[in-house]
């Protein structure tokens, strides 16, 4: 069911996705890529999702290492493997030696030993352990630096600040009987819960975030740091295994879908308009409003006229000082009524929610959400109201907004600490943690989701996002690649399908044109136009449950009319077989034209492919 796609195709870049590598030492397994350890195991149990060792400049930029003299020695019972790094940019350049060592027992280390060829400003350099999301709830004993020992859990509700500090050892069971101990040496270490950016784990760093920075490693000056895995197994767990082809069964009716919307900067207004007869539908088009860069009435009219040529309802994202309610609010309403437009929404963005800052802080001055959400009803505007972040969940899960508005919104980003094609499709098993954390804040509130990208839009945590001229994979990148080709349709349908089981009211994931957009720059239909109208057709529709026995597969099915319609997409590298009986229809698989792309007759789904499936009622096995 796939066809042949190229790697241009599946990735919009040329650029080759890293050499990985599975070390094996009896029954601990880590896979060696980029110089760094993912997936860790023992046997067969992931323990530790990944150890990497970076260096983040004074930007939070992320220095691509050059890695030479590579040598990886493997026997029956250990593994070696060693190499020098050379992290080089225009702020400094920095050399490390890497020794990974690990063994059959079940011990697992990685040393380095650093040196600064300049004086290096940096805001991180050195040893950071990540564990998988999935161990939230479970048990976890902290070491401290003075040798105290701490007993907790991983946070189940994502934290918003650092749930632990001072940290030289963490232990945590990541199955019944496997004891996973990680000590680390070199400086403090601490952790966040890194779900906040949808990165699937928890983070542990070195080099407290109550240390100035960026700081100095003046030239010459040596940096030496260790980490030890120590695997104790009780008992080995019986793992089942993996289905050899995917089968997905329908269940009942259950909910709905939500609405979709587009996300609009003005301006991309001239390109929007241009490419209006290709975008397909949506059901609103939330366009940023901004006194202070000359939005005006002109703007929301234009807007207005966009939503209109799709069959859709303006909404405007007011950005506002924050510092007088009353003034601000009825400057917003008077440009609406002199536009003479009819919004669906106006969504309440407080300018200083594009930087980051501390929980539960108004800066002096300003005044909480809650009063300009007040103030906006007190002109008697008939739109609902929305307040929320046009940042990220960390940023909503920091500060979350007060008072009665209608709905609640923020967004998702897929690349800010890594931007891997494994890590950006592991994000998405971050959402419905990222949803009910939401609900616990915000209860009964509805929640407009997005806008979720892979780029990011803007960066609270620097001076801009990356630059990114080779279009190739990178962390913070406001222009990923990956948007343009089937991954970004794959990896939306993979969005679709968290937000529909999680029950958000709008789903935002694209613009009309421009980085984010449906289309390319010569208005030509990006493979998530195909998605995103198939998903605005079933705005409203009734979600039917659809189960999977295979991890690779992701599905969401609704019906429309007489119909069952699901949109089933792969979202790993790998091809897999998909079991559809006589009684399914393939419609076709998205092809990089953004077309429905027939095939009778192969029933693989190729990599990062989605197809799109009907019957004419539930209860088939697909």
Same mark, same amino acid.
């Given at each position: ?159 918003? #600040?650092? *749930?632990?500090?001072?940290?030289? @050892?963490?232990?945590?069971? /990541? $199955?019944?009987? !496997? +004891? ?87 301006? #991309?207004? *001239?390109?929007?308009?241009?490419? @209006?007869?290709?975008?397909? /539908? $949506?059901?609103? !088009? +939330? ?66 929610e594009f930087r980051a800052r501390p929980s539960n802080l108004v800066p002096t001055g300003e005044q909480p959400i809650s009063e300009f959400v007040d103030a906006l009803r007190a002109t008697g505007i008939r739109a609902a109201i929305g307040a929320g972040t ?233």
């Open positions: 069911m796939s066809g042949e796609a190229t790697r241009l195709d599946l990735f919009g870049t040329d650029e080759r996705a890293a050499e990985r590598r599975m070390l094996t030492a009896g029954p601990l397994t880590a896979i060696l890529e980029d110089g760094n350890l993912r997936t860790i195991c023992f046997a067969g149990v992931e323990v530790v999702r990944a150890i990497n060792y970076l260096a983040r400049d004074a930007s939070w930029g992320t220095y691509k290492a050059e890695l030479t003299n590579l040598l990886i020695s493997e026997h029956k019972a250990a593994f070696k493997v060693t190499y020098d790094g050379l992290c080089n940019g225009a702020q400094g350049r920095f050399s490390y030696r890497m020794k990974i060592t690990g063994k059959a027992s079940g011990v697992l280390t990685l040393e380095a030993e650093g040196v600064a060829l300049t004086d290096f400003p940096t805001n991180r350099t050195g040893f950071v352990v990540l564990h998988p999301s999935e161990a939230a709830g479970g048990r976890l004993t902290i070491r401290h630096s003075d040798g105290r020992i701490e007993e907790t859990v991983f946070p189940e509700a994502i934290s918003p #600040d650092q *749930p632990a500090f001072d940290i030289s @050892a963490l232990t945590h069971e /990541p $199955a019944p009987g !496997i +004891i996973c101990i990680v000590a680390m040496e070199g400086d403090a270490f601490e952790m966040e819960d890194q779900r906040n950016w949808t990165d699937a784990s928890f983070k542990t760093y070195v080099r407290p975030l109550s240390k100035p920075r960026p700081y100095v490693i003046t030239k010459g000056s040596k940096d030496s740091q260790r980490v030890t895995v120590s695997i104790e197994a009780k008992a080995l767990p019986t793992r089942p295994g993996m289905a050899s082809k995917a089968t997905l069964t329908l269940g009942g009716p259950i909910g709905r879908m939500p609405s979709m919307a587009l996300f609009l900067d003005p301006d #991309d207004l *001239p390109s929007a308009l241009a490419g @209006a007869a290709q975008l397909g /539908p $949506a059901q609103d !088009i +939330i366009i940023r409003f901004d006194g202070a860069r000359g939005h005006d009435a002109h703007v929301l009219r234009e807007a207005a006229g966009l939503a209109a040529s799709i069959g859709a309802r303006p909404a405007i994202e007011a950005i506002l000082d924050a510092v007088n309610p009353e003034t601000e609010a009825k400057a917003v309403v008077n440009a609406i009524r002199a536009s003479e437009i009819e919004p669906s929404a106006v969504l309440v963005s407080p300018r200083r046009p940042s990220l969940f960390t940023e909503f899960n920091r500060n979350p907004p007060t008072g009665d508005a209608d709905f609640v919104f923020f967004g998702n980003v897929a690349i800010v600490h890594a931007a891997d094609d494994l890590s950006v499709m592991e994000t998405l098993s971050v959402y419905p943690s990222v949803i009910a954390s939401a609900r616990r804040l915000c209860p009964d509130k509805a929640i407009w989701l997005g806008p979720c990208t892979i780029g990011m839009r803007h960066n609270p945590y620097g001076n801009d996002v990356s630059a990114n001229p080779a279009r190739v994979r990178t962390p913070a990148a406001g222009e990923d690649p990956r948007h343009g080709a089937l991954f970004g349709a794959a990896f939306a349908v993979g969005v679709a399908a968290q937000a529909a089981v999680a029950g958000v009211d709008h789903l935002i994931m694209a613009a009309p044109t421009g980085p984010f957009g449906l289309l390319d720059d010569h208005a030509r239909r990006r493979p998530l136009q195909a998605v995103h109208t198939e998903l605005a057709s079933a705005a409203g529709a009734p979600r039917y449950e659809v189960f999977v026995n295979h991890p690779a597969i992701t599905a969401v099915a609704y019906r429309l009319g007489e119909r069952i319609r699901i949109l089933v997409v792969n979202l790993t590298p790998d091809s897999v077989d998909v079991l559809i009986p006589p009684s399914m229809h393939l419609e076709g698989i998205v092809d990089r034209n953004a077309n429905l792309a027939r095939s009778s007759h192969n029933w693989l789904l190729g990599p990062y492919r989605s197809a799109l499936l009907q019957c004419g009622s539930p209860g088939n096995v697909i």
